[in-house]
């Protein structure tokens, strides 16, 4: 029998718990049509800045087999680019706006921007790795980010704050809330480090970049675990999610819905089917009803 | 630990080449390197200079490994003036390439998108194919692989935009005039000749071309090499694409 893979995200109900992660496909409008047709319930834009930004010179991702480094640098067309961008989505589309910046008014600009746009929700980049300035520096800053938070939040739209690994990422989670932000997405990448032994330079061509993918599964887990017990919010678990087995693993964490990002390197994106098929007949095995049954199931154990 | 190492290589991501030798026509290089790579004809490689940048290069031959660059940016402009002994760094292959068929194909290459041409043509030869190897230079002293196509047997027309050696005008031209003798079409070159094959193909025949965009991770998440409007990736979906796909996907002028 067929499961009912749809779940709620806080005000959002997604047709099933999964989230094309923000920066993969998602700052062409051809790209995010095809990612929306591949099955995601929900599909982040790539970070949007107020100003287009390059990005860095390849090399820009290492395959490390246990994970991806990359460092892109926040490349994008801009925000003026969103109503492009999501010209090609169907109406029932669900859109979260990633933005990015490197002040309150950054943010602002950009986010009343996604309103205009009628975007779903807006996920803040406070924690992207490797643009100095307009990520990592601001969610280390918890009054910073708080600042950033208050001004995106007055515009009346649900918004997510996008967590790196920090030791005050619970402090922030507490006082976000208080300021009215909807949920989190649970995690960025880490700032890590690839050399190429045979040149002996270092890979990217910003030496430091995020890392991505299994690696990081653990740790993105633990910090779902830790915020959904302690706050019981909407979360959005993103990191190392490469098969069924760590989607279903981060829902019982307690994770509403569950990013897919490292997943897609090399792969189409039409493989994400393979993730609900392995959601769904995990669901039918265990006689799991709905997805809302599954989130947080560990901590009834 | 192969598949570890993102299905690539040896020890590590990149394996490191040293260019044996080089062979210049004005802007274009081809580099003739001492290592060798399991390729399908029209996959990609990264090429990486430590310090520039990395770019991506359909090999002319695998065994060893050649490729062919034209000088276009600051990295393939270093490239082209490589000399033996200089150094440089390569994954992959990535990609898809062309598909291998028995019958009487036409290869038409424009450029410096001659290069997966000429070692598809040596590919198809092995199987004991016999076709037709076209390729348009804007010059004749441009001219790249003709004689490696006759030596492999096969007919081989260049076609010169000056008329200064071979055939005046675009290879397109002869796919014009002989289609009706062909069982399939493989092209690579400039944009606007790829456009003027797929429309020349719309007609049924298998036609596969292999498209051009800026491709900066190789591994189909940074979205760079998106052919405008159609949702396809050069460097996952293609670089090699069929024409009906291409059409089916809406791409512009095809």
Known sequence: MARDLSTRLGSLSLRNPLVLASGFIGSDESLLRRAWEAGFGAVTTKSLTPRPRKGYDPPIVVDLGYGYLNAVGLANPGIEYLPRLLSLLPEDAVVILSIAGATPDDFRRC????????????????????????????????????????????????????????????????????????????MNTVRGLAIDIESGWPILSNVYGGLSGPAIHPIALRMVHEIYGEYRVPIIGT????????????????????GIGSYLFNRKVEAIGDILKGIEHHMERKGFKDIASMVGYSHHR | MERMLGGCCKDSLYQEAV???????????????????????????????????????????????????????RTTRRLVGMEAGDRLYIRGPYGRGFTLRSGRPLLVGGGVGAA??????????????????????????????????????????????????????????????????????????????????????RDGIPCEVSMERVVKCGVGVCGSCVIEGTGLLVCLDGPVFRADELIRRGYPGG
């Open chain 2, 116 to 201: 997966p041409l000429i070692l598809l043509a040596k590919k198809l030869a092995e199987m004991g194919v016999e076709g037709v190897y076209v390729e348009g230079q804007p010059t004749g002293d441009m001219e790249l692989f003709i004689g490696e196509a006759l030596e492999l047997g096969w007919e081989a027309i260049l076609y010169t935009e000056d008329g200064s050696m071979g055939h005046k005008g675009f290879p397109t031209q002869y796919v014009e005039e002989n289609l009706g003798g062909f069982t399939g079409i493989y092209a690579c070159g400039p944009e606007p000749m790829n456009r003027a094959v797929l429309r020349l193909c």
């Open chain 2, 19 to 73: 260019v044996t030798r080089v062979d210049r026509r004005g802007d274009v290089a081809n580099l003739y390197l001492d290592i060798s790579l399991e390729t399908i004809p029209g996959q990609f490689v990264m090429v990486w200079l430590p310090g520039l940048e990395e770019v991506p290069m359909a090999p002319s031959d695998d065994d060893p490994l050649r490729i062919t660059v034209k000088a276009v940016g």
């Open chain 1, 239 to 258: 990191g190392g999610v490469t098969s069924w087995r760590e989607a279903v693993a981060m829902l019982y964490a307690g994770a509403s819905a569950v």
């Open chain 1, 111 to 186: 986010a009343e921007i996604g309103v205009e746009n009628n975007v779903d929700a807006v996920e803040l980049n406070l924690s992207c790795p490797h643009v100095k300035g307009m990520g990592m520096d601001i969610v280390e800053d918890v009054g910073y980010s708080l600042e950033i938070i208050e001004e995106v939040v007055s515009l009346g739209r649900p918004v997510y704050v996008k967590l790196g690994l920090t030791d005050t990422y619970l402090e922030l989670v507490a006082r976000s809330l208080d300021k009215g932000v909807e949920g989190f997405t649970v």
